[in-house]
């Protein structure tokens, strides 16, 4: 459902002049299976026993610093014509950067740099220089201790060509029965953000850029509308956790061991204030399939909200390789991208977008039954009339 909804996505960008970047999935899966636990982890192990490094914490005004200064939004603007259209509305009166020293990586510097928020939608931007690094290692008798059987295939994309250089000799090790053994060291954001109350807001998605210097720069996406409690305030005063990891792959010539390490060091802050860019509402009716709707769309520039009302309950999806889509575009054909999906069965369903960067002049509306493997002019002569949702004044 998802790869052919996106495929329609990226053609109608192209179609409009715009292009979409992806991110890097494995980034996002690795930080937030840490945050959760899902990892070995074993908390209360002795830092220096892992990293052998005392941690030096700095929190300071860094406005002029490099990676600071980099606006994230801007950077991703260039491929991205969302949130190229967002950045005037990103810059942060202040930027906090975070500055850990290790002897395994040296200093890595983390901020963030840059955030959208309009009372209803947020997206933040931040930056970590010099957060990871890969080397072969031959585990000590203590770290040996700690370590634990592993499944014999270990499956783990490599993030850079340092990172696949190696796995080709693990690989290589473990054919030719030799001992050999990875260790990643990492500095890694929780994937909680939470506000100056304690509320936590979970992440919707996320998207990574690796930089010509090395540094990353991630965009992080949360659910719109926000929760009632942190809506329309004058500002948010955010915190996105730190923790530094040290993870061990070892194959001693037989089987495979591996041990992990995450320690809390610090969290990046920001207080981002309302850009005050306003949300919208829209209506329309029309019909699907000769089932009369109504339809309300909530609609900034950065996300909408779609409520659609039926007389009686749109009909199931006959089964799971079918599903419904409700393309949703503005006055200029630029696609606002669909974050779910519906599979019949009610007479009333919400749906959520992303955004195009610029505030609609209208919306329109086509509903459409999909599946697997049919051909786009086979679903077109499937799809509802164009439904016109007019801005209401």
Same mark, same amino acid.
Not at 181 to 187: D, P, R
Not at 194 to 210: L, W, Y
């Given at each position: 459902?998802?790869?052919?909804?996106?495929?329609?996505?990226?053609?109608?960008?192209?179609?409009?002049?715009?292009?979409?970047?992806?991110?890097?999935? $494995?980034? #996002?899966?690795?930080?937030? &299976?840490?945050?959760?636990? !899902?990892?070995?982890?074993?908390?209360?192990?002795?830092?220096?026993?892992?990293?052998? =490094?005392?941690?030096?914490?700095?929190?300071? &005004?860094?406005?002029?610093?490099?990676?600071?200064?980099?606006?994230?939004?801007?950077?991703?603007?260039?491929?991205? #014509?969302?949130?190229?259209?967002?950045?005037?509305?990103?810059?942060?009166?202040?930027?906090?950067?975070? %500055?850990?020293?290790?002897?395994?990586?040296?200093?890595?510097?983390?901020?963030?740099?840059? =955030?959208?928020?309009?009372?209803?939608?947020?997206?933040?931007?931040?930056?970590?220089?010099?957060? %990871?690094?890969?080397?072969?290692?031959?585990?000590?008798?203590?770290?040996?201790?700690?370590?634990?059987?592993?499944?014999?295939?270990?499956?783990?994309?490599?993030?850079?060509? =340092?990172? &696949?250089?190696?796995?080709?000799?693990?690989?290589?090790?473990?054919?030719?029965?030799?001992?050999?053994?990875?260790?990643?060291?990492?500095?890694?954001?929780?994937?909680?953000?939470?506000?100056?109350?304690?509320?936590?807001?979970?992440?919707?998605?996320?998207?990574?850029?690796?930089?010509?210097?090395?540094?990353?720069?991630?965009?992080?996406?949360?659910?719109?509308?926000? #929760?009632?409690?942190?809506?329309?305030?004058?500002?948010?005063?955010?915190?996105?956790?730190?923790?530094?990891?040290?993870?061990?792959?070892?194959?001693?010539?037989?089987?495979?061991?591996?041990?992990?390490?995450?320690?809390?060091?610090? &969290?990046?802050?920001?207080?981002? $204030?309302?850009?005050?860019?306003?949300?919208?509402?829209?209506?329309?009716?029309?019909?699907?399939?000769?089932?009369?709707?109504? =339809?309300?769309?909530?609609? %900034?520039?950065?996300?909408?909200?779609?409520?659609?009302?039926? !007389?009686?309950?749109?009909?199931?999806?006959?089964?799971?390789?079918? $599903?419904?889509?409700?393309?949703?575009?503005?006055?200029?054909?630029?696609?606002?991208?669909?974050?779910?999906? #519906?599979?019949?069965? !009610?007479?009333?369903?919400?749906?959520?977008?992303?955004?195009?960067?610029?505030?609609?002049?209208?919306?329109?509306?086509?509903?459409?039954?999909?599946?697997?493997?049919?051909?786009?002019?086979?679903?077109?002569?499937?799809?509802?009339?164009?439904?016109?949702?007019?801005?209401?004044?």
């Amino acid at each position: 459902m998802n790869d052919r909804r996106d495929k329609r996505f990226v053609q109608q960008s192209i179609d409009i002049g715009l292009s979409s970047m992806q991110g890097d999935p $494995w980034l #996002a899966q690795r930080v937030m &299976a840490l945050e959760k636990g !899902e990892s070995k982890v074993k908390k209360k192990t002795s830092l220096t026993l892992v990293l052998t =490094a005392l941690i030096v914490l700095t929190i300071a &005004a860094a406005a002029l610093a490099e990676i600071a200064g980099v606006n994230v939004f801007e950077l991703f603007g260039r491929t991205n #014509a969302r949130y190229a259209q967002l950045v005037p509305y990103t810059a942060l009166d202040e930027v906090s950067e975070v %500055s850990v020293t290790s002897v395994e990586l040296g200093e890595t510097t983390a901020a963030i740099n840059s =955030a959208y928020y309009d009372g209803m939608s947020l997206i933040v931007g931040y930056s970590i220089q010099n957060g %990871s690094r890969v080397e072969e290692f031959t585990p000590d008798e203590a770290l040996m201790e700690k370590m634990h059987r592993s499944a014999d295939d270990i499956a783990r994309p490599a993030e850079n060509e =340092a990172e &696949a250089a190696l796995f080709v000799k693990l690989e290589r090790a473990k054919a030719e029965g030799y001992a050999m053994g990875i260790a990643f060291y990492a500095v890694h954001p929780g994937d909680h953000t939470v506000t100056d109350d304690g509320i936590d807001i979970a992440p919707r998605s996320e998207e990574t850029k690796i930089g010509d210097d090395g540094v990353e720069y991630t965009i992080r996406e949360f659910d719109s509308p926000l #929760a009632e409690e942190i809506q329309n305030l004058d500002q948010l005063t955010l915190e996105i956790p730190l923790y530094q990891n040290a993870s061990y792959l070892y194959f001693d010539g037989e089987a495979f061991y591996t041990y992990c390490d995450v320690q809390p060091i610090s &969290a990046m802050k920001a207080i981002v $204030w309302n850009s005050h860019v306003p949300t919208c509402v829209y209506r329309g009716s029309g019909e699907y399939n000769g089932i009369k709707l109504s =339809a309300v769309a909530h609609a %900034s520039a950065a996300n909408a909200v779609l409520e659609i009302a039926f !007389e009686e309950a749109l009909p199931d999806v006959p089964d799971l390789d079918h $599903w419904y889509t409700f393309e949703l575009t503005d006055e200029n054909g630029a696609a606002l991208r669909e974050n779910d999906g #519906a599979n019949g069965g !009610e007479a009333e369903i919400r749906i959520t977008y992303e955004g195009t960067g610029g505030l609609p002049q209208e919306l329109r509306l086509t509903i459409r039954m999909e599946s697997e493997g049919e051909s786009d002019s086979d679903a077109e002569s499937r799809a509802s009339d164009v439904i016109i949702l007019k801005m209401q004044k």
